[in-house]
């Protein structure tokens, strides 16, 4: 029970260790001068443009209270300790932006909603609606069951998860933030250019046309909302931003990509990450907000993010062998004065267990519960006995070392 959290302490620590920790901006401008700009820094470009565009279509908050929000984040990002995590996290900041703004769009600039396209194509290419036959039977433990992974772990996971990359895996949620940003940019954008009605609309509406001025619905969600009394679902989904977005489901797509990267980190626990992301698959039918189409589309999104963004040996997996001097000679890593791109260059994590290289023993069956700190000396007499057989070799420098001494005459 105690070395489990000694590690997550640990781990803590050293991630406090290693943030920069500057509030100068004068910082930020050096670093800024002395970075070499590359054709992949253009994206911010069209970050910008982006913001430019949705920020200038926002109308609540209204001008001039919503320039708050750029001035806010330029001062985020010219600060040190806040510039690295609201860099990394601009693709996320993007999406956010325009799932919200993209309800100020004038109707009669948008394309017409899609309501009979994804039970037409659900038919044909499944033989049946797969969905509707999903909602025929209900119960109170079923709604339970669909909720869950649906109404609460969906949008709790993405932080938990993020927060073990930042502990035990450092390198990898930058990569993260900008797979799962990125993704949703284009979940977003396909159902602001391509908008479909869900099947609560088929539901309530039957398949009349629809307009934008229809309100959302919780759907199965509504429930929930009546099961304990409420009505939070419902005044939620009411006021959604973006009402017919139903393809591609990022519901499936969060799921996906988080069960792809702990499938990838963590192979151990793939089959629970799959086992949430089946029953979420099957939440988002059986609670009438996504058709069966959705689903695949949205884990087919999520795929594509997964193998373009993440780097060809986080997916096979090799971040986790351990490779660098410290894993090698079993020395405490570096501390402080440590910038998270120079840190992540070095950092390996070991499969046999996830304590922290400092606090392994070179003989893992001894003296369990103590702590060992090694130099480099000490560790090459460790592994004496690995090369004792070449010639010349001695563990201590020079030549003509011989033990026991010889005296001279």
């Not at 702590?371 to 057989?389: Q, V, Y």
Request: proline share 8%; glycine share 8%; with cysteine.
């Amino acid at each position: 029970m105690l070395r489990p959290l000694r590690t997550v302490v640990n781990a803590l620590v050293t991630g406090v260790n290693r943030l920069d920790k500057s509030f100068s901006p004068s910082d930020t401008v050096t670093k800024l001068r002395a970075h070499k700009f590359t054709l992949k820094d253009s994206i911010y470009i069209l970050h910008l443009l982006s913001a430019l565009f949705w920020l200038t279509l926002m109308q609540v908050p209204p001008f001039p209270y919503k320039l708050a929000i750029p001035i806010l984040y330029a001062i985020a990002l010219f600060i040190p300790f806040t510039s690295q995590f609201f860099i990394p996290a601009t693709p996320v900041f993007s999406w956010v932006l325009m799932f919200y703004s993209n309800q100020f769009l004038p109707s009669d600039h948008r394309p017409a909603v899609h309501v009979v396209l994804l039970p037409t194509l659900e038919s044909v290419l499944y033989g049946a609606n797969i969905s509707d036959i999903l909602t025929h039977f209900t119960h109170p433990i079923l709604d339970i069951i669909a909720w869950l992974p649906y109404g609460v772990i969906h949008y709790t996971f993405p932080l938990v998860l993020a927060a073990l990359l930042w502990l035990f895996r450092p390198p990898t949620l930058r990569v993260f933030a900008k797979a799962f940003g990125y993704q949703n940019c284009i979940g977003v954008f396909a159902q602001i250019v391509l908008p479909c009605a869900a099947p609560w609309y088929e539901i309530i509406y039957g398949l009349t046309p629809a307009t934008y001025g229809t309100p959302g619905s919780a759907g199965g969600l509504g429930r929930i909302d009546d099961l304990f009394g409420g009505d939070g679902y419902k005044r939620t989904f009411a006021s959604s931003p973006l009402v017919f977005g139903a393809f591609p489901s990022l519901h499936a797509a969060w799921a996906t990509l988080e069960a792809l990267f702990i499938t990838a980190l963590w192979p151990q626990y793939a089959k629970w990450a799959w086992a949430y992301a089946a029953v979420l698959y099957w939440s988002t039918m059986y609670l009438s907000h996504h058709y069966l189409i959705d689903v695949v589309g949205g884990a087919c999104l999520a795929t594509a993010s997964f193998y373009f963004f993440v780097p060809e040996e986080l997916r096979n997996g090799s971040v986790n062998t351990a490779g660098d001097k410290y894993e090698r000679y079993d020395l405490e890593s570096r501390r402080g004065g440590v910038d998270a791109d120079e840190f992540a260059s070095d950092w390996t994590v070991s499969d046999e267990e996830e304590t922290p290289i400092a606090y392994r023993s070179p003989n893992p069956g001894m003296g369990k519960g103590r702590g060992h700190r090694h130099t480099a000396s000490i560790a090459s007499l460790i592994r004496a006995d690995e090369r004792a057989g070449e010639e010349g070799w001695s563990p201590i420098a020079g030549v003509g070392f011989v033990f026991p001494p010889e005296s001279r005459r």
